[in-house]
Nanobody
Framework: HVQLVESGGGSVQAGGSLRLSCAAS????????MGWFRQAPGKEREGVAL???????WYADPVSGRSTISQDNAENTLYLQMNSLKPEDTGIYYC?????????????????WGQGTQVTVS
């Protein structure tokens, strides 16, 4: 059982940057897909960025070109660097993980979740 703990959220002005962190309680192996999802008030949770353990990445169109997902295997930590933030980036950002070797963009495919970290862009 993997525990995930996010940090790094906050309130920023439009155009600013944030780096979210997700500390995992276990080693992130090559067969694990980890990612960031977000949920705005009244909206369904959506994928933001995914990172397969073997290195491939995926970004949602709204954040592509402004965000970078990465991991530090030694620290078992996943990161999301977000630049040029917009008000529509506001929401609770969740770190998620799934085993099985495949990355899915749908949140319901993920069985490990963090508690979320609030990002507010004004």
């Amino acid at each position: 059982h993997v525990q995930l703990v996010e940090s790094g959220g906050g309130s920023v002005q439009a155009g600013g940057s944030l780096r979210l962190s997700c500390a995992a309680s276990a080693h992130i192996s090559g067969s694990v897909c980890m990612g960031w999802f977000r949920q705005a008030p009244g909206k369904e949770r959506e994928g933001v960025a995914l990172l397969h353990g073997f290195g491939s990445t995926w970004y949602a169109d709204p954040v592509s070109g402004r965000s970078t997902i990465s991991q530090d295997n030694a620290e078992n930590t996943l990161y999301l660097q977000m630049n040029s933030l917009k008000p529509e980036d506001t929401g609770i950002y969740y770190c998620a993980a799934r085993s099985g070797g495949v990355c899915y963009t749908s949140y319901y495919e993920y069985n490990y979740w963090g508690q979320g970290t609030q990002v507010t862009v004004s």
